[in-house]
């Protein structure tokens, strides 16, 4: 409440008219309050500090030297005054050396600009306002920013060559998140290195039958080791697909059409194959079973049969074991749908009974345990109207609605873009949207930063513990707090490899949390795939457990903070940087005979199908195993030699 009083009296000064200069040399000092900026005519600034990395043809120029080291909130989200679609840049240094420091394009509604940072006293910034969107005249303030102890700030970042970022996902295997544009024809990756850069590679490919235009997801439905991604457009569907050592990708576009909103990637029907599912907008929605023999099958009916599907996450609402589904709906049927998963891929609707299906029109939920009691709960975001209805699961999938003056009743902000993560490691999980990010102050009640980014992909762009948004050319990042962390990622073996489907529960002194491994959420966006957690103060984790999709539970003990570990279902690595295994077999996808590297040529072998049946042992004939008899489908081959058991995934053609 404090921030709110402080940002209206400052912004109820009277506007202060400065005539902005039009180069870098002869910027117009401002100070705190409200300005009213003339057409934008000036010499363009060169250096992008925020939105798409293309200059503009024209700009203006100011100058803030703050007295004292202060939190300052740039923006042209004035109240009372006309939304202009503007962009900002905040520089540090000389006009001939420019450094981009902050940014703002599209923070605010209507397209406004807000662009938050640390401002020490004495120090001259920079303000270059450019008419890349627009060049009427608008109105911005500079006002301090008091900032409350539990948020966290976050400074632009743009990447150079890269633009129209979709998705924040480890894309090449070493625990880091890179940024994937989807296009047409072929796709951009930005792979994280070292140190906070990005190596920009391209994918070509064929032209894609439908673009990423509504939706894009991220998933190795094949199980190869590469994740593929699945575009989704107003026509249809489009899987790019990538082949066994990731170098290069095909397009398979479904021939029925389908008005994609949502797309996830999900295990449908627990039988270990990674599946494909897409909201359908004037239509019964779509998925895609994957039949364990590289093809992917249209089906249609059975998970929400009426138009109107925005969307769609998958998550565990009962708690039993099983990747139900929730759509958020609007249009022209904007009853919810809430349908429980029987284990078999059988959907039934429980939205009427829970009173759910009302006509609240939303294009997307934010799913995650608000209260850390085991069981996940939603906040249904408004995109239209004034309601966000946030409900608390009583622990079998039914929900009761939160007491009034919990934070999320009264906020105004509309949008599409709903998520839900520990932005600043507390151990309580936040909601982004709606024009701020709330956090969660783990009473039942949310704080509001309206000046925080606006929504995208979501993922750890810095490998530094705090998850970061992803923008159209970069990423926004979270410059952190001194709270600690724990990243898992699970990879399954009997499971589909990217563990889509699997819960993780980290146990601290702060409680019990859960995540469930999810591609897709939102509406839009991919982000990471793996389960972060905030500890607040807690130095150690007491356990971990992983329930596989399958059902299977494994618990580890004393694993370290501050750090990721890609657990593999049956064995544990604990990485930052995970080392390839020595042990591979070939060829894969295979039909007759693979052969093995890595183990003795000899070795004891068992072959286990999806369910965890052993269906085939022997011994290998050097270094070769024959899988001749084996129906189509995904399998894990261990194999026993005087080094242990190891174990790889393959599939049978």
Not at 241 to 265: E, L, M, V
């Amino acid at each position: 409440m404090k921030s709110l009083v402080h940002a209206l009296a400052l912004a109820s000064l009277f506007p202060l008219v400065s005539n902005a200069q039009f180069t870098c040399a002869t910027a117009v000092a401002v100070g705190l309050g409200v300005h009213t900026a003339p057409a934008v005519s000036g010499t363009a600034p060169a250096s992008i500090c925020a939105g798409q990395n293309t200059v503009a043809t024209a700009g203006l120029w100011y100058a803030f030297t703050p007295a004292t080291d202060m939190v300052v909130a740039v923006s042209s989200y004035v109240t009372g005054y006309p939304y202009i679609d503007t962009r900002l840049h905040v520089y540090t240094g000389t006009c001939d050396a420019l450094v981009c420091y902050s940014g703002g394009d599209d923070e605010g509604p209507g397209y406004t600009s807000i662009a938050t940072f640390n401002a020490t006293g004495g120090t001259t910034y920079t303000l270059a306002w450019d008419n890349f969107w627009s060049g009427d005249a608008f109105t911005f303030s500079v006002l301090e920013s008091w900032v409350p102890e539990n948020v966290v700030l976050f400074a632009n970042n743009p990447i150079a060559g890269l633009s129209g970022v979709r998705g924040a996902v480890d894309m090449n295997n070493d625990g880091k998140d890179d940024l994937v544009a989807p296009g047409v024809p072929g796709f951009n990756v930005a792979y994280q290195t070292e140190g906070g850069a990005f190596t920009v590679t391209n994918f070509p490919t064929s032209p894609a039958t439908n673009s990423a235009s509504w939706s894009f997801a991220v998933g190795d439905w094949d199980s190869n080791g590469h994740r593929d991604l699945l575009y989704g457009g107003g026509n249809g569907a489009t899987f790019m697909t990538a082949n066994g050592d990731g170098t290069a990708y095909t397009q398979f576009s479904p021939p029925q059409y389908i008005f994609c909103q949502r797309t996830n990637f999900v295990d449908l029907n627990n039988d270990g194959h990674l599946d494909a599912f897409s909201c359908h907008d004037v239509d019964a929605n779509v998925a895609f079973i994957n039949n364990g023999a590289g093809q992917l099958v249209y089906t249609q009916g059975g998970y929400g049969n009426t138009c109107g599907n925005y969307g769609s996450i998958f998550t565990d609402i009962d708690n039993n074991g099983s990747m139900d589904l929730f759509v958020a709906k609007c249009g022209c049927d904007p009853e919810d749908l809430l349908m429980l998963n029987n284990g078999t891929g059988a959907f039934a609707n429980t939205a009427p009974a829970l009173g759910l299906a009302d006509g609240h029109q939303s294009w997307s939920s934010a799913w995650g345990d608000f209260d850390n009691d085991g069981d996940m709960d939603v906040l249904i975001g408004a995109s239209s109207g004034a309601v966000h209805k946030l409900l608390y699961n009583t622990g079998d999938g039914t929900f009761t609605d939160a007491p009034p003056g919990n934070g999320m009743d009264l906020w105004a902000g509309l949008s599409i873009e709903w998520t839900a993560h520990d932005f600043n490691n507390d151990g309580w999980i936040d909601i982004l949207g709606g024009g701020a990010l709330h956090y969660n102050n783990g009473d039942g009640t949310f704080s509001h930063d309206p000046n925080a980014p606006g929504n995208g992909p979501i993922g750890d762009l810095d490998h530094n513990g705090f998850l970061d948004i992803a923008s159209g050319d970069g990423f926004r990042n979270n410059q952190g707090n001194d709270n600690n962390w724990i990243r898992i990622n699970p990879q399954g073996t009997i499971s589909n490899r990217d563990a889509i489907g699997a819960r993780v529960t980290v146990t601290s002194a702060l409680g019990t949390q859960i995540r469930d491994i999810r591609s897709g959420d939102g509406f839009s966006h991919m982000s990471f795939i793996g389960a972060h957690f905030g500890l607040g103060t807690d130095t150690e984790v007491v356990q971990v457990s992983i329930r596989w999709p399958n059902g299977t539970v494994e618990t580890f003990q004393d694993l370290a903070i501050n750090t990721t570990h890609t657990i593999v279902e049956n064995t544990i690595t604990a990485v930052a940087d995970p080392a390839p295994s020595a042990f591979a077999v070939a060829p894969n996808p295979a039909q007759e005979v693979i052969t093995l590297s890595g183990v003795a040529p000899n070795s004891a072998y068992a072959v286990v199908e999806a369910s965890g049946r052993t269906v085939q042992v022997g011994q290998a004939v050097n270094g070769r195993v024959s899988v001749q008899a084996l129906p189509p489908g995904a399998y894990m081959l261990q194999v026993t030699s005087t080094d242990g058991t190891q174990s790889s995934r393959f599939v049978k053609q």
